[in-house]
């Protein structure tokens, strides 16, 4: 049995009281008196960039004539023109800087840096600072300071994989990834990942017991390709298709004149 409700006037009927009131997502989101960062604030000036890796030091008796080897890729490599190496050699005092050629069917290329050990590191880390915080950074909100410890670099290493795996193990787990390369016999890319002071350890620890012995020459390393020969020739028509394609359009054309012509009739 339901028992009806008695009939309430307006009048006399309470107001319901309003919720506690709750800030909107955009109150949440802005503060009084606080300024949102401006891109141009999270990338420090290439001049403190040099200015703080030029004071790192490799001990005299171990900074010896080496070279180290950085892989990139093709839009990467466009950023270093002739003036961006002269810079480096002029800053840095390396003497050469080298880049391997195109491949059709790859887009790696690999940047070889001459001079003393300490000279190449530095160069290396510096290459890692452009990379990724002018031509990577395309969202231009993540910080690359200093002291920031989200650079990467890609080196070439050439080692056993033995001797990679006890490498690897003397590092942090987020501080190192490797693979072989290209499938190159002992040889592998190291990844490295860190603030400039780490990462410059990095380096010293690895090539301080590590050099390039086959791969000094970059002929000597093989780039797979990307696509291979048989796709790559996919990519554009043959003669004979190209053939086969016109007589099909002339096939149609010529079916639907003819069927246009008996439609007039």
Same mark, same amino acid.
Do not use: W
């Given at each position: 049995?339901? @028992?009806?409700?008695?009939?309430?006037?307006?009048?006399?009927?309470?107001?319901?009281?309003?919720?506690?009131?709750?800030?909107?997502?955009?109150?949440?989101?802005?503060?009084?008196?606080?300024?949102?960062?401006?891109?141009?604030?999270?990338?420090?000036?290439? /001049?403190?960039?040099?200015?703080?890796?030029?004071?790192?030091?490799?001990?005299?008796?171990?900074?010896?004539?080496?070279?180290?080897?950085?892989?990139?890729?093709?839009?990467?490599?466009?950023? #270093?023109?002739?003036?961006?190496?002269?810079?480096?050699?002029?800053?840095?005092? $390396?003497?050469?800087?080298?880049?391997?050629?195109?491949?059709? *069917?790859?887009?790696?290329?690999?940047?070889?840096?001459?001079?003393?050990?300490?000279?190449?590191? $530095?160069?290396?880390?510096?290459?890692?600072? @452009?990379?990724?915080?002018?031509?990577?950074? #395309?969202?231009?909100?993540?910080?690359?300071?200093?002291?920031?410890?989200?650079?990467?670099?890609?080196?070439?290493?050439?080692?056993?994989?033995?001797?990679?795996?006890?490498?690897? /193990?003397?590092?942090?787990?987020?501080?190192?990834?490797?693979?072989?390369?290209?499938?190159?016999?002992?040889?592998?890319? /190291?990844? *490295?990942?860190?603030? #400039? @002071?780490?990462? #410059?350890?990095?380096?010293?620890? $690895?090539?301080?017991?590590?050099?390039?012995?086959?791969?000094?020459?970059?002929?000597?390393?093989?780039?797979?390709?990307?696509?291979?020969?048989?796709?790559?020739?996919?990519?554009?028509?043959?003669?004979?298709?190209?053939?086969?394609?016109?007589?099909?359009?002339?096939?149609?054309?010529?079916?639907?004149?003819?069927?246009?012509?008996?439609?007039?009739?």
């Amino acid at each position: 049995m339901f @028992l009806k409700s008695r009939p309430t006037s307006r009048l006399t009927r309470k107001r319901r009281q309003d919720s506690p009131s709750t800030s909107t997502a955009s109150e949440l989101l802005v503060f009084e008196d606080s300024d949102l960062p401006q891109p141009s604030n999270l990338v420090v000036e290439p /001049a403190k960039v040099k200015q703080y890796l030029q004071k790192l030091q490799v001990p005299e008796d171990q900074n010896v004539a080496s070279c180290t080897k950085i892989v990139m890729c093709d839009s990467e490599i466009d950023y #270093f023109n002739s003036d961006i190496q002269e810079e480096l050699q002029r800053d840095f005092g $390396i003497s050469s800087f080298s880049i391997s050629d195109k491949s059709p *069917l790859n887009v790696d290329r690999i940047v070889t840096v001459y001079g003393t050990l300490q000279q190449t590191l $530095i160069v290396a880390i510096y290459l890692a600072y @452009l990379l990724n915080s002018k031509l990577n950074n #395309f969202v231009e909100v993540e910080p690359f300071t200093l002291k920031s410890h989200n650079y990467h670099l890609d080196v070439l290493v050439e080692a056993t994989p033995l001797e990679m795996d006890n490498l690897a /193990a003397r590092f942090p787990a987020q501080a190192i990834d490797y693979s072989n390369y290209n499938l190159n016999r002992n040889l592998h890319t /190291a990844t *490295l990942s860190g603030d #400039f @002071l780490s990462l #410059f350890n990095s380096l010293v620890y $690895i090539f301080l017991r590590f050099s390039y012995h086959v791969y000094n020459v970059d002929a000597n390393i093989k780039l797979l390709d990307v696509i291979s020969v048989h796709e790559g020739d996919k990519l554009g028509n043959t003669d004979d298709e190209k053939q086969k394609k016109s007589e099909n359009q002339n096939r149609v054309l010529s079916f639907i004149y003819s069927q246009s012509y008996l439609l007039s009739k």
